[in-house]
């Protein structure tokens, strides 16, 4: 399947397989576009909104039984594509909130939560995502899917439902008039615990971010 039919009219579009592909299509492609800068007061809510829909293509991945592919071992796909430029530019641009604290494992006790980016969180998904995505328009259907599920639940599941967590939590601070914690000085290089991260934040206004990002307080 070559880029000219990813989507072919004679493609069942209730098919699983063509389902999850252009789900997972639009997602790299609203994400490419948003790290490109040229709507910056709607990159978080669009954000938000499109790995909210990418989720829901990974919570049906999840839930599907498990998928084998054809082969016993993977076809070689040649070297990933480069990231760096998207990550830079969606760093710069998410930088008032790209750094945030989150917990690997919520059912690994007594582990302190760790600084992470939606920079780097988002592109680690897009890596994940086009591997499949090869295989796809390479017509190794199965493959893809395998893979796509896959790397589900071994790294953009957690990875994607991270992030989320991060920009509702932006929308939800600057959407109930509620001051941001910023982690000043903290990077992702960091062993942090909650006591580390409390001294560390500073209180940052709503109105210093809402608009840049595109969000809005309630009135």
Not at 38 to 47: G, K, R, T
Request: hydrophobic share 40%; no cysteine.
């Amino acid at each position: 399947m070559s880029d000219a039919t990813l989507h072919a009219t004679d493609q069942n579009p209730d098919d699983f397989a063509v389902q999850i592909a252009d789900q997972i299509e639009s997602f790299l492609v609203a994400v490419t576009e948003v790290a490109k800068g040229d709507e910056p007061d709607s990159a978080v809510p669009f954000l938000l909104l499109e790995v909210s829909q990418l989720l829901l293509a990974g919570g049906r991945l999840g839930a599907h039984e498990d998928i084998v592919p054809d082969e016993r071992y993977e076809p070689d796909m040649g070297p990933e594509a480069d990231v760096d430029e998207l990550r830079e530019n969606l760093a710069r641009m998410l930088e008032p909130i790209d750094v945030y604290s989150e917990v690997f494992d919520p059912y690994e006790p007594r582990k302190a939560p760790v600084p992470a980016r939606i920079s780097d969180d988002l592109t680690d998904v897009i890596t994940d995502l086009r591997h499949g995505m090869a295989h796809y328009r390479a017509g190794r259907t199965t493959e893809a899917l395998w893979w796509w599920q896959f790397s589900y639940f071994s790294n953009w599941g957690g990875t994607a439902s991270a992030s989320l967590r991060a920009l509702q939590s932006v929308v939800a601070h600057v959407r109930l008039n509620q001051p941001l914690a910023e982690l000043d000085g903290l990077d992702t290089d960091q062993a942090v615990g909650d006591e580390t991260l409390e001294f560390e934040a500073g209180q940052v206004m709503v109105k210093e971010i809402a608009t840049p990002l595109g969000v809005r307080p309630v009135p």
